[in-house]
């Protein structure tokens, strides 16, 4: 019999193979990851409605079906977590919101659909800020969540409990979604491998604008699901699993022929060009980040043979612009309603940017600048291959706050430590995050990588190839390490 902590510390791909080979049985993996939810989640606080009972059910019905012979799905015998902005038929989704805080959906969104179609195993609900308006992990409704890392600092958001979840080890990989970065944001700061594929290669459903859904938005021009796993051969698993077209989204891409997640993991780098922005040319960067990214962006030409160069897109400071998106995105009528009734129960942040009016020449600006920001960016990318930055600005904060008023020394708004995440949601570009190194503090720092418009194959093999030449997945937190079995 394996034990709990070696369970625990296995991939998902690793997982499937034992189960399929009867190595492992579901139940002694859903047993073991149930037992590190039980020591750590009243630390971490990652799951706000966790499913142990389900989780069990489903291993063991699972379990017969091994033993009887039958075929099972990629994933079998493999629990996962699911974003709670992510709906799941039967399964409390309450986004971090006192409004829905007994909603039940009546459905699955897609991607849960097809993860359950390939015999994932659902161990709960994952925390999240209220409706995901923020890039942080507190909500009026659940506990904060926390870094396994350092438990006084955010894990990120609005991802958040997926990305404690992952880095502590209770799933080895989880859903997130990512309006402005909230799958790399996490991801990031929590030491893991995350991805937002091309606009339109994972489906949104009920995710997208639903009349049966009063009151909740989706960022529609901006929004993806993506994977958040330890290594990057899970996260192309999960994304061969939920991407594809479907009708219940009329953005998703036709499949590409030839295309395969798996395969895109494989090739070299050399001799691709590669842009380096360490700033954007007008973002402050915490010294830290910045030597910390630098040296892995060394790896790409000193290890992996690429021919790099600094260069910047050269657009104006988009920030405003895509707040300007998510206003237009946003149910106004519905979540202003929701904000009267709540009163002071709902977020602070998220009741002052309902309570601001907005003209419609802002409105019609941000996409005009959108515009503007597509046009610089496929110029950029027609000479590049890729394109590296910080996946943020900073390293992990503490928790209950937005985010830091100063960086490297400059006065900033408490929102500035994201400008490298969201202009990939304006632009629909593929752009995963992976670990570049940790601070002298012991917290993670990741390095953004972005492809060309539709070149998630690239994204993916260069991923693969900086996982291959700079190892993180063996390094686990402290809490995580102390465990005994």
Not at 474 to 485: G, I
Request: glycine share 8%.
């Amino acid at each position: 019999m394996a034990l709990k902590n070696d369970i625990c510390s296995m991939d998902a791909i690793t997982l499937a193979s034992m189960v399929r080979s009867k190595q492992l049985s579901p139940v002694e993996v859903v047993d073991a990851l149930l037992h590190r939810m039980d020591e750590l989640e009243p630390q971490l606080h990652a799951f706000c409605t966790p499913t142990p009972e389900l989780a069990r059910k489903t291993a063991k019905e699972q379990e017969k079906r091994i033993m009887n012979g039958e075929k099972l799905g990629p994933f079998a015998g493999v629990p996962y977590g699911v974003k709670d902005l992510i709906c799941t038929a039967g399964i409390k989704t309450a986004s971090g919101s006192w409004a829905y805080e007994n909603f039940v959906p009546e459905e699955d969104d897609v991607v849960v659909e097809r993860m359950r179609d390939a015999d994932a195993i659902i161990m709960g609900k994952t925390n999240v800020p209220e409706f995901g308006y923020s890039g942080v992990g507190h909500n009026p409704v659940f506990d904060t969540s926390r870094n396994p890392w350092n438990t006084d600092m955010t894990p990120g958001g609005s991802s958040a409990g997926s990305g404690a979840a992952v880095a502590s080890g209770m799933v080895p990989l989880a859903l997130g979604s990512d309006g402005g970065g909230s799958v790399r944001i996490p991801s990031s700061f929590c030491g893991l491998f995350g991805m937002k594929a091309s606009m339109g290669r994972v489906p949104l459903y009920p995710g997208v604008k639903d009349e049966r859904y009063p009151g909740v938005s989706s960022w529609e021009a901006l929004e993806h699901i993506g994977p958040m796993s330890r290594t990057v051969a899970d996260s192309a698993l999960m994304l061969s699993v939920i991407a594809g077209p479907d009708d219940r989204d009329n953005r998703t891409l036709p499949y590409e022929k030839d295309f395969d997640w798996m395969k895109s993991l494989q090739g070299d780098l050399k001799g691709l060009r590669v842009a380096f922005s360490p700033d954007w040319g007008y973002a402050a960067v915490d010294p830290q980040v910045a030597q910390i990214v630098a040296n892995a962006v060394k790896v790409f030409e000193r290890d992996l043979g690429c021919i790099v160069e600094e260069a910047n897109p050269g657009w104006d400071n988009p920030f405003d612009a895509f707040w300007g998106m998510v206003v237009r995105e946003s149910d106004l009528k519905g979540m202003r309603a929701m904000a009267r009734k709540l009163g002071d129960k709902m977020s602070p942040h998220l009741a002052a940017l309902l309570s601001t009016t907005f003209t419609d020449e802002q409105l019609t600006d941000a996409m005009v600048m959108r515009k503007h920001v597509n046009n610089k960016m496929w110029r950029m990318m027609r000479k590049y291959d890729l394109l590296l930055t910080p996946t943020l600005a900073v390293a992990p904060f503490e928790v209950g706050i937005q985010g830091p008023t100063s960086i490297n020394g400059r006065e900033v708004q408490n929102t500035e430590w994201l400008h490298f995440t969201y202009p990939m949601n304006m632009t629909g570009q593929p752009a995963a995050t992976v670990p570049a190194g940790w601070t002298k503090e012991g917290l993670p720092v990741g390095l953004q990588i972005s492809g060309k418009h539709l070149g998630d194959a690239m994204v993916l093999r260069a991923s693969a190839a900086f996982e291959a030449a700079q190892p993180w997945r063996h390094r686990w937190p402290d809490m995580v390490s102390k465990l005994s079995n």
